[in-house]
């Protein structure tokens, strides 16, 4: 121990001074600009958050040399670049460039010395190296051969194969989230595995020996790194791989326990921010799992009759995830129940994927049609990927909430190993089967069969994206008119697939506020949407240029929407009541310019006023248009902005109200909600109630379903 504790001293305590007191440092700390000359470590990635309207790249570099006050300062250490300039998109890494900009602290303590903002384009230095523009062609080929396919397979086969995420739909990415899958997500392992394990299998055909053989699974092991980039998962599963080889070519091919601790070791100390890796830390667990668990619980399967290969397609996702739980647990404050079940039906498309796409990126430099013909091939083991996931996350309390941290992640790993511990006599397994299937039993019937969602005959479903907006209006089987979208993507994707949505003939923007339009990549992946609606004003700018973007992505045409237009989708009629005239200089601009729109799905009719406060509300009374509906979705999340009299004319049998669990807005206000309860509305919250479904009735008459929070 203390010689280890030496070596760890000696690999972290120069990287921690160079990052305290080096030049990086002493420019960070006086804030002026800096011209800094550094080498790319890694793909640029687009950040969620957008300046002005514009990308934000994230890049990870190393510094070599700082210029501030016109001095050159030669110097050492880790950048995160904050670059608004198209220019950083697509560099490679090892390239060299020269950035202009300012330099901040990071956020977080890790060995990151500083993050660089800048708005200017980077300014290449000679060329990235050979191999790493060889890796950038044969990546850029694979995703171009997967272009002509579906949205969702053809985002996740670049990620699974090579670690390329930049095109995987984010509802994807949130199902395999919750359904314990994200390692199929992107590269890992298990990719290293099967690549491997193929080449040694090749080998085999020809007259030599070990060493041979092991030295050209490495040499293909090396440029599959390379490929793919070092992420902490490949980089622990190429150094244990590599281990593994030198034990087969030495004679001792049964050495992988020492070989995975040998592979902590050295790449911990050779680089120690590995020890703070979330993904390092979950793939050394995994593979923990597998060599240590996953052995003795295949034998006790198949002592008690499972057939091997049973025992062994059990095991090994049961021993994976037990060992990840409690680290998944300490860091997202969830535990899935759908992890073990997803990830054994899934596993055997992984292989099949993972071979195709390789070879799709290989020969796509040099044969494109046949890239192209294995990529369609290899859509379909992807495809059943997306629908385990996908399926899996719509399961009712597949991911169930559990304290985050250390104590919850301490607590779950007691409770897996107690639970494990007494699992071994045949009384404690016993009872803990008849506990397990009596929660089941009562549980089932209430929380899938009964309450089910979607509940039959909605017409109109309030989503709960949090502080914002996402309305869903019932078109068709499996269509629907969107207005508004939430904050961000995957709250109104998940509602949206929750209710089987899959076409949207027409979405409109009530305004351009962030919490109206923030997700509309959520609600435009994956889907077949006809048009997008705005109305008449187009502030604030950002808003508009992040819309137009999208859309421009998507392929999905933009329409003006003016007040007096009738337009009609499926089961869904519209007429447009406001803004009947752009207002300026009231109280908030953006809101009194709202899309004010009256819909009726069959015999159900909603007023859907976005965030319209005193001034629009006045505006559209005094057309004398109609505005009487069974449903109001009420203004503004339920400010005190709204007026009296709009409330009144509107009559609402229900009221919904979008908003955000203990917002910072006050919203909803008191006297408001007290407003329309006495006037007879029934008062449904997505803050308390989840999403909120309406429910047409044969008698004609409306009846409420909440999902509540799961």
């Given at each position: 121990?203390?010689?280890?504790?030496?070596?760890?001293?000696?690999?972290?305590?120069?990287?921690?001074?160079?990052?305290?007191?080096?030049?990086?440092?002493?420019?960070?700390?006086?804030g002026?600009?800096?011209?800094?000359?550094?080498?790319v470590?890694?793909?640029?990635?687009?950040?969620?958050?957008?300046?002005?309207?514009l990308?934000?790249?994230?890049?990870?570099?190393?510094?070599?040399?700082?210029?501030?006050?016109?001095?050159?300062?030669?110097?050492?250490?880790?950048?995160?670049?904050?670059?608004?300039?198209?220019?950083?998109?697509?560099?490679?890494?090892?390239?060299?460039?020269?950035?202009?900009?300012?330099?901040?602290?990071?956020?977080?303590?890790?060995?990151?010395?500083?993050?660089?903002?800048?708005?200017?384009?980077?300014?290449l230095?000679?060329?990235?190296?050979?191999?790493q523009?060889?890796?950038?062609?044969?990546?850029?080929?694979?995703?171009?051969?997967?272009?002509?396919?579906?949205?969702?397979?053809?985002?996740?086969?670049?990620?699974?194969?090579?670690?390329?995420?930049?095109?995987?739909?984010?509802?994807?990415?949130?199902?395999?989230?919750?359904?314990?899958?994200?390692?199929?997500?992107?590269?890992?392992?298990?990719?290293?595995?099967?690549?491997?394990?193929?080449?040694?299998?090749?080998?085999?055909?020809?007259?030599?020996?070990?060493?041979?053989?092991?030295?050209?699974?490495?040499?293909?092991?090396?440029?599959?790194?390379?490929?793919?980039?070092?992420?902490?998962?490949?980089?622990?599963?190429?150094?244990?791989?590599?281990?593994?080889?030198l034990?087969?070519?030495?004679?001792?091919p049964?050495?992988?326990?020492?070989?995975?601790?040998?592979?902590?070791?050295?790449?911990?100390?050779?680089?120690?921010?590995?020890?703070?890796?979330?993904?390092?830390?979950?793939?050394?667990?995994?593979?923990?799992?597998?060599?240590?668990?996953?052995?003795?619980?295949?034998?006790?399967?198949?002592?008690?009759?499972?057939?091997?290969?049973?025992?062994?397609?059990?095991?090994?996702?049961?021993?994976?995830?037990?060992?990840?739980?409690?680290?998944?647990?300490?860091?997202?404050?969830?535990?899935?129940?759908?992890?073990?079940?997803?990830?054994?039906?899934?596993a055997?498309?992984?292989?099949?994927?993972?071979?195709?796409?390789l070879?799709?990126?290989?020969?796509?430099?040099?044969v494109?049609?046949?890239?192209?013909?294995?990529?369609?091939?290899?859509?379909?083991?992807?495809?059943?990927?997306?629908?385990?996931?996908?399926?899996g996350?719509?399961?009712?309390?597949g991911?169930?909430?559990?304290?985050?941290?250390?104590?919850?992640?301490?607590?779950?790993?007691?409770?897996?190993?107690?639970?494990?511990?007494?699992?071994?006599?045949?009384l404690?397994?016993?009872?803990?089967?008849?506990?397990?299937?009596?929660?089941?039993?009562a549980?089932?019937?209430?929380?899938?069969?009964?309450?089910?969602?979607?509940?039959?005959?909605?017409?109109?479903?309030?989503?709960?994206?949090?502080?914002?907006?996402?309305?869903?209006?019932?078109?068709?089987?499996?269509?629907?008119?969107?207005?508004?979208?939430?904050?961000?993507?995957?709250?109104?994707?998940?509602?949206?697939?929750?209710?089987?949505?899959?076409?949207?003939?027409?979405?409109?923007?009530?305004?351009?506020?962030?919490?109206?339009?923030?997700?509309?990549?959520?609600a435009?992946?994956?889907?077949?949407?006809?048009?997008?609606?705005?109305?008449?004003?187009?502030?604030?700018?950002?808003?508009?240029?992040?819309?137009?973007?999208?859309?421009?992505?998507?392929?999905?045409?933009?329409?003006?929407?003016?007040?007096?237009?009738?337009?009609?989708?499926?089961?869904?009629?519209?007429?447009?009541?406001?803004?009947?005239?752009?207002?300026?200089g009231?109280?908030?601009d953006?809101?009194?310019?709202?899309?004010?729109?009256?819909?009726?799905?069959?015999?159900?009719?909603?007023?859907?006023?976005?965030?319209?406060?005193?001034?629009?509300?006045r505006?559209?009374?005094?057309?004398?248009?109609?505005?009487?509906?069974?449903?109001?979705?009420?203004?503004?999340?339920?400010?005190?902005?709204?007026?009296?009299?709009?409330?009144?004319?509107?009559r609402?049998?229900?009221?919904?109200?979008?908003?955000?669990?203990?917002?910072?807005?006050?919203?909803?206000?008191?006297?408001?909600?007290?407003?329309?309860?006495?006037?007879?509305?029934?008062?449904?919250?997505?803050?308390?109630?989840?999403?909120?479904?309406?429910?047409?009735?044969?008698?004609?008459?409306?009846?409420?379903?909440v999902?509540?929070?799961?």
């Amino acid at each position: 121990m203390a010689v280890g504790a030496a070596m760890a001293g000696a690999g972290v305590v120069p990287r921690l001074v160079e990052r305290d007191s080096g030049a990086v440092a002493r420019a960070t700390e006086d804030g002026g600009s800096v011209t800094v000359r550094l080498v790319v470590r890694d793909d640029p990635r687009a950040a969620d958050a957008r300046v002005g309207g514009l990308p934000l790249w994230i890049v990870p570099a190393s510094v070599e040399e700082i210029t501030t006050s016109g001095t050159r300062h030669p110097t050492g250490g880790r950048l995160l670049v904050l670059g608004q300039h198209q220019g950083w998109k697509g560099l490679l890494p090892g390239q060299t460039v020269i950035a202009d900009g300012r330099l901040v602290p990071p956020q977080r303590r890790d060995l990151t010395a500083a993050v660089l903002r800048t708005t200017g384009p980077p300014h290449l230095v000679g060329d990235p190296p050979w191999i790493q523009r060889a890796a950038g062609g044969l990546r850029a080929g694979l995703r171009d051969a997967c272009a002509h396919l579906p949205s969702k397979p053809g985002g996740l086969l670049p990620g699974l194969v090579v670690g390329d995420t930049s095109g995987l739909d984010p509802g994807v990415e949130d199902a395999f989230r919750q359904t314990g899958m994200t390692h199929l997500t992107a590269v890992s392992g298990a990719n290293l595995a099967i690549l491997a394990g193929l080449v040694l299998a090749a080998l085999r055909r020809f007259p030599i020996g070990p060493g041979w053989s092991a030295a050209l699974a490495a040499v293909a092991i090396a440029g599959f790194v390379v490929l793919a980039r070092p992420s902490p998962s490949v980089v622990r599963a190429a150094a244990m791989c590599g281990l593994g080889l030198l034990a087969l070519a030495l004679g001792r091919p049964r050495a992988a326990v020492p070989a995975l601790c040998v592979s902590i070791l050295v790449l911990v100390l050779v680089d120690p921010s590995l020890a703070a890796a979330p993904g390092f830390a979950l793939s050394v667990a995994a593979t923990a799992g597998l060599l240590l668990i996953a052995p003795s619980w295949s034998a006790a399967l198949a002592r008690r009759g499972v057939p091997g290969v049973a025992a062994d397609a059990l095991a090994v996702p049961a021993a994976a995830q037990a060992a990840c739980a409690p680290l998944l647990a300490a860091l997202t404050g969830t535990v899935s129940l759908t992890a073990i079940p997803a990830n054994l039906i899934a596993a055997p498309a992984v292989g099949p994927a993972t071979v195709l796409g390789l070879l799709a990126a290989v020969t796509a430099p040099v044969v494109p049609p046949l890239a192209t013909a294995l990529t369609w091939l290899g859509q379909w083991p992807a495809w059943w990927l997306v629908q385990v996931a996908e399926r899996g996350a719509a399961v009712p309390d597949g991911l169930v909430p559990w304290p985050d941290g250390a104590v919850g992640g301490w607590t779950l790993a007691v409770v897996i190993a107690a639970g494990a511990f007494v699992a071994r006599w045949q009384l404690p397994r016993r009872l803990i089967a008849v506990v397990c299937s009596a929660v089941v039993v009562a549980v089932l019937p209430l929380r899938v069969v009964a309450s089910g969602w979607p509940p039959a005959g909605w017409v109109v479903v309030g989503c709960d994206v949090g502080q914002g907006d996402a309305l869903v209006l019932r078109a068709g089987p499996r269509s629907a008119v969107v207005v508004d979208v939430g904050p961000e993507p995957s709250a109104v994707d998940g509602c949206l697939r929750r209710l089987g949505v899959d076409s949207v003939p027409l979405l409109l923007l009530s305004h351009l506020h962030l919490d109206h339009i923030g997700g509309l990549d959520g609600a435009l992946a994956g889907r077949a949407v006809g048009a997008i609606g705005l109305g008449p004003y187009r502030e604030p700018a950002e808003g508009a240029s992040a819309v137009a973007r999208s859309a421009r992505r998507y392929g999905v045409r933009l329409m003006s929407v003016t007040a007096g237009e009738r337009l009609t989708a499926g089961a869904v009629a519209l007429r447009v009541l406001g803004p009947v005239t752009v207002l300026h200089g009231t109280r908030s601009d953006p809101n009194n310019n709202s899309l004010i729109v009256r819909a009726t799905v069959g015999r159900v009719s909603v007023l859907l006023p976005g965030d319209a406060e005193h001034d629009a509300e006045r505006a559209v009374m005094a057309t004398g248009e109609p505005l009487a509906a069974d449903v109001l979705k009420v203004p503004h999340h339920g400010s005190a902005w709204s007026e009296p009299a709009f409330l009144d004319a509107a009559r609402p049998r229900v009221a919904l109200i979008e908003v955000g669990v203990d917002n910072d807005y006050g919203h909803p206000d008191r006297a408001v909600v007290a407003h329309l309860v006495r006037r007879g509305a029934r008062v449904l919250r997505t803050d308390r109630n989840g999403d909120l479904a309406v429910v047409a009735e044969p008698n004609g008459g409306i009846a409420t379903v909440v999902r509540g929070h799961r």
